[in-house]
T-cell receptor, first 113, second 107 residues
Framework: DAGVIQSPRHEVTEMGQEVTLRCKPISGHDYLFWYRQTMMRGLELLIYFNNNVPIDDSGMPEDRFSAKMPNASFSTLKIQPSEPRDSAVYFC???????????FGEGSWLTVV | RKEVEQDPGPFNVPEGATVAFNCTYSNSASQSFFWYRQDCRKEPKLLMSVYSSGNEDGRFTAQLNRASQYISLLIRDSKLSDSATYLCVRDTYKYIFGTGTRLKVLA
């Protein structure tokens, strides 16, 4: 079975550029989560969706960050403009109502120089 | 106070040792708790759920103490392959992770 698929796996970009991270959740899962992980702050929940609807975006750091889920099989996290402090690993994860397990993608490693 | 707090470690233990981690949480309404394992440069993966009555899976035992608002993970007979970061997690639909505890099992 395909797991959560993220792209790109690695991205290096210059400050000020737009970054778009993509995620395909596990088929049939109705929850999708975006996390950011850094050494200093650990794994932070940025936003999560239920049935494609954003439920809680209180973790989104600022207006430069936006996330969409146009359908059940695709989500994007966009950073515009990017800054060096956005350098982190961004994980997408999905789960299903009634189950306890949240499944993570392999992450997108972002470096902003 | 952070919602979920863990000692970052590292815990360096010899093979065969028993090691325990604790994790405290601040939201007394939290219903569900989990331990996840994260290997270096990999994604977190579920290790085990934590039930009020405590639960065991092989060498791993998880406990929940609601009165004191902490969960624990006990690893018996540590293996080299247990070296990883262990993350505690609370809640079901808004998974909040602790920053993790690093474990190094030494030969």
């Amino acid at each position: 079975d395909a797991g959560v698929i993220q792209s790109p796996r690695h991205e290096v970009t210059e400050m000020g550029q737009e970054v778009t991270l993509r995620c395909k959740p596990i088929s049939g899962h109705d929850y999708l989560f975006w996390y950011r992980q850094t050494m200093m702050r650990g794994l932070e929940l940025l936003i999560y969706f239920n049935n494609n609807v954003p439920i809680d975006d209180s973790g989104m750091p600022e207006d430069r960050f936006s996330a969409k889920m146009p359908n059940a099989s695709f989500s994007t996290l966009k950073i515009q403009p990017s800054e060096p402090r956005d350098s982190a690993v961004y994980f997408c994860a999905s789960s299903n109502t009634g189950t306890d397990t949240i499944y993570f993608g392999e992450g997108s490693w972002l470096t902003v120089v | 106070r952070k919602e979920v707090e863990q000692d970052p470690g590292p815990f360096n233990v010899p093979e065969g040792a028993t090691v325990a981690f604790n994790c405290t949480y601040s939201n007394s309404a939290s219903q569900s708790f989990f331990w996840y394992r994260q290997d270096c440069r990999k994604e977190p993966k579920l290790l085990m759920s934590v039930y009020s009555s405590g639960n065991e899976d092989g060498r791993f035992t998880a406990q929940l103490n609601r009165a004191s608002q902490y969960i624990s993970l006990l690893i018996r007979d540590s293996k080299l392959s247990d070296s990883a970061t262990y993350l505690c997690v609370r809640d079901t639909y808004k998974y909040i992770f602790g920053t993790g505890t690093r474990l190094k099992v030494l030969a």
